[in-house]
C-alpha cells in the first residue's frame, strides 16, 4: 500500500507547489477478473489491471478535477491542471475541503478472493443451477474485485483503504420472453452460492411463462430487492445536497417532513461488510452511518464540506468521486451504500397477504417526467407475477409502474425480515442492502 500512498502524496505536493491553495489526490489500483457467459456457455475469461492518480485543485474557488491515467507523467499533469485552474470560472459553492487529523478503520479483505483461480466455475455452478430448475438458456457476468485506494489532501487527510468482493449476475430463459434474474453480491468468498443463485433465476424463469399482456389499473406490488435496486439510485441521488440545491430532486424543502411510510426507515453505511464499504470518501473523511429517513421522516441531507457549509452543518462524509461517473456528480455528494431497515415478514407472508396484486423480480428504464415532484415510471423486467388472494397464479408482460416516487415510499405497508445485497452494472446501482416490499395501490399502465 505505501507505493499508492507515495504517489498520492507526490502529486499532492506537486499540485501545491504549482499554486493550488487546496488540492485532493487519491492513487487508485484495481483488479478485474470477469467472466461472461451467454446462451449457457462461457464467451470469454479477462483480466486486467488499472492504476490511476483522480486530482482535485483549487484555486480560491477556481476548481478543476481530472483522472490521470498516466502514471510515470502524473506530476506534469498536476502542474498543468493546476494552470488550468487559474483560468477556469470560479466556482461560487465551494467552500473549501476537510481538514483535520484523521483515524481511518481498516476494512476487512477476503485473502481468497485475491488468490481466486477459477473465475469460471462460479459461471459453471450459475448454469447448472438455472438448469436444474428449467431453464433452457443461461446468461450472465461473474465478478471478482480487488481494489487498493490511498489519499492524501492538503486538509491533512493521509490513508490507504483496501478492499476485495465478487459479484454475479445470472439471467435465466425457460422460453424466449420467460425469464428470471438473480444476483450475489458479497465481500467473503464463502457466501458466493452460485448453484443457489442461478437456481432462484431458473425458477423464476418457470414461473414466467405462458405470460399475458397486463392489467392496467391500481395494484398492490410485491417488490423484490432487486426490482428495489432498480430504483434505489434515483432516490439516493435526491438525497444528495447538490441535487437538492439544483432542483432536481423531490426533497428539496423536505427535512424534517413526511417522506415516506413508517415502514421506511433508510440509512446510508460504508462501514457495513458490504461491496462497497471504504474507510473513507473522496475528501478523506472517515465515512460513518447516517440515518437519512426515520420512520418516513426526512432527517438530513447527504453533505460534502461545501454543501455543508451552505445547510450551516457538517459533513455527513459522503464526498462523491472527484471524476464523474454514472451515479454521481464530481465531488459531489453521493450515498455509499443504502440499506433500507428490515420488517418482520417473510417474502411468502407478504404474498398470502396480498389480495390482488404484482410481485415484481427486477426493472429497467427508470425515467422521471418530472424530478421536482417525482413523477416517473419504470418497466418492470424478467418474472412479473400475478398474484391473486395470496397465491401466484400466472405471468404478465408489457406492462409499466407509472406512479410518483414518494407516494410509492409513502405506500410501503410491509418489508421483510430478510435482507439481500444487491448490485447490477446497468440500472441497480449503488450497492444496496434491502429487503422485499409492498406498496399499496401503485398505478400500472401499458409498455407496449
Known amino acids: 500500500m505505501n507505493d499508492l500512498k507515495e504517489i498520492a502524496k507526490d502529486v499532492l505536493e506537486v499540485s501545491l507547489a504549482a499554486g493550488a491553495d487546496d488540492s485532493l489526490a487519491e492513487a487508485i489500483e484495481s483488479t478485474v477478473h470477469q467472466v461472461r457467459y451467454s446462451n449457457s ?7 486486467w489491471t488499472e492504476k490511476h492518480v483522480a486530482l482535485f485543485v483549487a484555486i480560491g474557488k477556481h476548481t478543476m478535477a481530472s483522472d490521470l491515467r498516466d502514471i510515470a507523467n502524473a506530476k506534469e499533469s498536476a502542474r498543468n491542471l493546476v494552470a488550468l485552474a487559474k483560468s477556469s470560472p470560479p466556482k461560487e459553492t465551494y467552500a473549501g475541503i476537510a481538514s483535520g487529523r484523521f483515524k481511518y478503520k481498516k476494512s476487512k479483505l477476503d485473502s481468497r478472493i485475491l488468490k481466486l483461480d477459477e473465475p469460471s466455475k462460479f459461471a459453471h455452478e450459475a448454469i447448472a443451477g438455472a ?13 471478482a474485485r480487488h481494489r487498493r485506494s490511498a489519499i492524501a489532501s492538503s486538509g ?6 483496501e478492499t476485495a468482493w465478487v459479484e454475479l449476475s445470472v439471467r435465466a430463459f425457460s422460453q424466449p420472453e ?3 434474474h438473480a444476483v450475489s453480491c458479497t465481500p467473503k468468498l464463502s457466501d458466493m452460492d452460485a448453484r443457489r443463485t442461478g437456481a432462484r433465476a431458473g425458477e423464476l424463469s418457470k414461473m414466467a411463462m405462458n405470460a399475458v399482456t397486463g392489467e392496467e389499473g391500481k395494484h398492490d406490488i410485491v417488490m423484490q430487492p432487486l426490482f428495489i435496486g432498480g430504483i434505489m439510485e434515483s432516490t439516493s441521488s435526491m438525497m444528495s445536497a447538490f441535487v437538492v440545491d439544483i432542483g432536481a430532486s423531490m426533497y428539496v424543502k423536505k427535512l424534517g417532513k413526511k417522506v415516506a411510510s413508517n415502514e421506511i426507515t433508510f440509512i446510508d453505511d460504508p462501514t457495513i461488510s458490504s461491496i462497497s464499504a471504504r474507510a473513507f470518501d473522496h475528501e478523506g473523511v472517515p465515512t460513518r452511518r447516517n440515518v437519512v429517513i426515520k420512520g418516513g421522516v426526512l432527517k438530513t441531507y447527504l453533505h460534502n464540506t461545501s454543501t455543508a457549509a451552505r445547510y450551516k452543518t457538517k459533513t455527513t462524509a459522503n464526498a462523491g468521486p472527484l471524476i464523474p461517473t454514472p451515479f454521481a456528480f464530481p465531488g459531489e455528494p453521493t450515498a455509499f451504500h443504502p440499506v433500507v431497515v428490515p420488517g418482520d415478514w417473510s417474502e411468502r407472508e407478504l404474498i398470502e397477504d396480498t389480495k390482488h396484486g404484482l410481485y415484481l423480480n427486477h426493472t429497467w428504464y427508470t425515467r422521471f417526467q418530472n424530478y421536482r415532484t417525482g413523477e416517473f415510471s419504470t418497466i418492470p423486467r424478467d418474472a412479473i407475477l400475478k398474484i391473486e388472494d395470496g397465491e401466484i397464479v400466472g405471468a404478465v408482460k408489457n406492462i409499466r409502474v407509472s406512479d410518483n416516487m414518494m407516494n410509492l415510499w409513502k405506500s410501503v405497508d410491509a418489508l421483510s425480515k430478510n435482507t439481500q445485497e444487491i448490485f447490477w452494472w446497468d440500472e441497480a446501482a449503488p450497492p444496496s442492502t434491502l429487503p422485499t416490499a409492498r406498496a ?3 398505478r400500472i399502465t401499458r409498455s407496449a
Open 440 to 442: 399499496r395501490s401503485m
Open 156 to 161: 491533512g487527510a493521509n490513508g490507504a483503504d
Open 178 to 180: 420467460a425469464s428470471g
Open 41 to 47: 456457455q462461457i464467451d470469454a475469461v479477462n483480466s
Open 131 to 143: 438448469e436444474s430448475e428449467g431453464a433452457v438458456n443461461v446468461g450472465g457476468t461473474f465478478f
